[in-house]
């Protein structure tokens, strides 16, 4: 396991570097009751700490880099995974009316292995935005977690200010993954973001998917597989900058 420092200059400089007179940066940093992705965990139902930074510019080009703590079931091998990074890049362009498009890339790459095997892969996306309350996108992975298959991800984001400083959101997705995880599936959440200063937020969400169990409960040392979520109700706490 590479030590802390390793990753903090890792996540430093794996931000691409666009040019531009205008430009804007900013970043947070959460903590999370469990890593829920697309239904299932990436924590095995713990607690993680999560980093972003993120650089945008006026002609629409934006980077950025996010770190997580993992933590998959292959509980025993002694060279599994235990940070995730994600590097992005993409860009943003205005459409007619109140639209807005984006196009994007986004790696995963893992500090080790998982389930005894390198699993680092990318990931491509098109949003559509519509003012600051709707979002749909499609994200497609040609080789998710290097295991020869592709992936397809659909999903619709609402979001709705009750007051300045109060959010509703809801999202839902489809995630077309058989050949991956054996089963396509639905998932959603619902929840509401409290806004307690302009660098402290709260958010209480409720999280569900039909992501069914195809295990017992134990762990595995070479077979891939990605537990379901454990936890249905997350808080989470970011301070940004």
């Not at 703590?69 to 940070?83: G, H, K, P, S, Y």
């Not at 943003?92 to 998982?114: H, I, M, P, T």
């Not at 003012?131 to 709705?160: K, S």
């Not at 597989?225 to 249905?232: I, K, P």
Request: aromatic share 18%.
């Amino acid at each position: 396991m590479k030590n802390p420092g390793y990753w903090l200059s890792l996540f430093l400089l794996s931000v691409p570097v666009i040019s531009c007179v205008e430009a804007d940066w900013h970043g947070d940093v959460k903590l999370i009751s469990e890593y829920i992705y697309r239904g299932y965990s990436k924590s095995r139902g713990n607690p993680v700490v999560q980093a972003h930074l993120e650089y945008q510019n006026s002609a629409g080009w934006f980077s950025g880099v996010e770190l997580s703590q993992v933590r998959f079931d292959d509980i025993l091998n002694r060279d599994r995974a235990e940070m995730e990074l994600q590097p992005y890049l993409g860009w943003s362009q205005l459409l007619a009316g109140d639209w807005r498009g984006e196009v994007s890339a986004r790696g995963y790459v893992f500090d080790n292995k998982l389930f005894n095997h390198r699993a680092e892969y990318a990931e491509l996306y098109g949003s559509l935005h519509y003012q600051d309350w709707l979002t749909v996108q499609i994200a497609f992975a040609p080789d998710a977690y290097q295991r020869e298959v592709d992936t397809l991800n659909y999903e619709l984001n609402l979001r709705h200010d009750l007051l300045d400083n109060l959010q509703l959101s809801a999202g839902a997705g489809y995630y077309r993954a058989g050949a991956l995880l054996g089963q396509n599936y639905f998932y959603w959440n619902a929840g509401v973001s409290w806004f307690a200063t302009d660098y402290l937020a709260f958010d209480l969400r409720y999280v569900d998917s039909s992501l069914h169990e195809h295990y017992e409960a134990e762990p595995y040392l070479d077979e891939f597989y990605l537990r379901q979520q454990d936890n249905q109700y997350l808080f989470s706490m970011t301070l940004g900058f």
